[in-house]
């Protein structure tokens, strides 16, 4: 156990919860639907971790003579069926339940994402009567992540200071935000692609029952 670490703050898609796949396949499909060329590895490249406005713009940047309302339908469509698929078939990440269940210091989730859809998914998985309330979307308060004002807000609402609270991530906008606050980072996206100035400061594992280890 670290001694230095006295709260937790997780993200959810891929990392409490395996939804980060179907969610960047349901873009991915998407976007082969409207006549983009793009491959399912650099689709999970291009928008894992990014929030929903920049991937409906990116998108929307490359489809010829779009609708005015292009992108808010975009997000409607894959709101709506994102939701299908996840109702469908979604699993909490190996581990996750585990370490919800015997942590033993205050946590809490912090996401990207809308807070209904974080809940849903929480919900569908069985992790949400361990998280209750203890949900910050970046939504609700206007600060995405790389920037890590969630990650401090969370840190304030949990009561400890940003040194003695973890990040556990799965993007690189997660892991940027969780440097950038000055948090203890454990990543369970591997190095490939991440800074090398971000890959200093980050404890890579490979599952959530690493985390034993440390707190």
């Given at each position: 156990?670290?001694?230095?670490?006295?709260?937790?703050?997780?993200?959810?898609?891929?990392?409490?919860?395996?939804?980060?796949?179907?969610?960047?396949?349901?873009?991915?499909?998407?976007?082969?639907?409207?006549?983009?060329?793009?491959?399912?590895?650099?689709?999970?490249?291009?928008?894992?971790?990014?929030?929903?406005?920049?991937?409906?713009?990116?998108?929307?940047?490359?489809?010829?003579?779009?609708?005015?309302?292009?992108e808010?339908?975009?997000?409607?469509?894959?709101?709506?069926?994102?939701?299908?698929?996840?109702?469908?078939?979604?699993?909490?990440?190996?581990?996750?339940?585990?370490?919800?269940?015997?942590?033993?210091?205050?946590?809490?989730?912090a996401?990207?994402?809308?807070?209904?859809?974080?809940?849903?998914?929480?919900?569908?998985?069985?992790?949400?009567?361990?998280?209750?309330?203890?949900?910050?979307?970046?939504?609700?308060?206007?600060?995405?992540?790389?920037?890590?004002?969630?990650?401090?807000?969370?840190a304030?609402?949990?009561?400890?200071?940003?040194?003695?609270?973890a990040?556990?991530?799965?993007?690189?906008p997660?892991?940027?935000?969780?440097?950038?606050?000055?948090?203890?980072?454990?990543?369970?996206?591997?190095?490939?692609?991440?800074?090398?100035?971000?890959c200093?400061?980050?404890?890579?594992?490979?599952?959530?029952?690493?985390?034993?280890?440390?707190?």
């Open positions: 156990m670290h001694k230095d670490i006295r709260a937790v703050i997780f993200d959810s898609d891929g990392t409490l919860v395996d939804s980060e796949v179907p969610a960047m396949d349901v873009l991915h499909e998407m976007a082969l639907a409207i006549g983009l060329r793009l491959s399912r590895d650099e689709a999970h490249a291009q928008f894992r971790g990014v929030r929903m406005a920049e991937i409906a713009a990116w998108i929307g940047e490359r489809v010829p003579e779009k609708p005015a309302d292009f808010s339908e975009f997000t409607k469509r894959y709101r709506q069926t994102i939701t299908q698929r996840f109702k469908e078939n979604l699993s909490p990440m190996p581990g996750a339940v585990e370490l919800l269940k015997d942590l033993k210091i205050p946590f809490g989730v996401t990207n994402g809308p807070r209904e859809k974080v809940q849903l998914t929480l919900d569908l998985t069985g992790l949400l009567p361990f998280v209750g309330d203890r949900i910050f979307s970046a939504y609700d308060h206007g600060s995405f992540k790389p920037d890590p004002a969630l990650f401090l807000l969370a304030r609402t949990l009561g400890h200071e940003p040194q003695y609270c990040v556990v991530e799965d993007s690189i997660g892991l940027m935000a969780g440097v950038a606050a000055g948090m203890h980072v454990f990543s369970l996206h591997g190095p490939t692609g991440v800074p090398e100035e971000i200093e400061r980050v404890v890579f594992i490979g599952s959530l029952p690493e985390l034993k280890n440390h707190f």
